[in-house]
């Protein structure tokens, strides 16, 4: 445990000490800072919407229950289940870009929010064509710069949103489980009897 701490340590230092570059500081502020980057995400809901139309607004309520369950997962149960320290009150001269209260570290919910999103939009626009390709690969390396950019600003270990990735993958991939078992074994179920029904 002591060497994958220290391992960890490293790649913190690696990225965080990078800080004080004043584009990338900027830059990853912007990302990390939602009420910033706000903008991207009403951009990525049009795209959808127009590239889906109704079966849109399937895919952004299912992004939204995906949020949801990696937010409450990685916020209400590891974080006081671990109780991991944040890097930047744990360690000696962290650059520290943002105001950060005095919450756990373990896992990034930042990370697990923009992987759930990532992972959800994979399912739906992954395997259609090379503009919905280039979507899903333009939001999953933004998914990436977001987790990235928590350990940018100081607030979070690379483990931290290593962790919160794979909370956001594991609770999108629940979601779409759920909902394709709904759609296929209940919703066209009833379907197909109601239009029996009718044809008798």
């Not at 230092?13 to 990853?28: C, I, K």
């Not at 949020?67 to 001269?93: G, H, M, N």
């Not at 520290?96 to 923009?114: E, I, K, T, Y």
């Not at 078992?181 to 209940?186: F, G």
């Amino acid at each position: 445990m002591e060497t994958l701490y220290a391992l960890d340590v490293a790649l913190f230092r690696v990225v965080n000490d990078r800080a004080s570059d004043g584009f990338l500081d900027a830059f990853f502020v912007f990302l990390t800072s939602f009420h910033q980057s706000w903008w991207i995400a009403a951009l990525a809901a049009i795209f959808i919407l127009a590239r889906r139309k109704w079966e849109g607004l399937t895919v952004l309520l299912l992004c939204v229950l995906a949020i949801a369950l990696a937010d409450q997962t990685a916020s209400r149960f590891f974080k006081p289940l671990v109780q991991r320290t944040r890097p930047c009150f744990e360690l000696p001269d962290v650059h520290l870009l943002v105001n950060q209260p005095r919450s756990f570290s373990f896992a990034s919910s930042h990370a697990a929010n923009a992987a759930a999103v990532a992972t959800t939009l994979f399912f739906f626009f992954a395997k259609s064509t090379a503009l919905d390709k280039l979507f899903v690969w333009t939001m999953s390396v933004y998914a990436f710069l977001v987790g990235l950019s928590r350990v940018y600003v100081g607030v979070h270990y690379p483990s931290d949103v290593l962790g919160g990735f794979a909370i956001g993958v594991a609770s999108s991939a629940l979601v779409y489980g759920a909902f394709s078992y709904l759609w296929k074994n209940v919703i066209q179920t009833r379907r197909l009897r109601a239009k029996d029904e009718r044809s008798e």
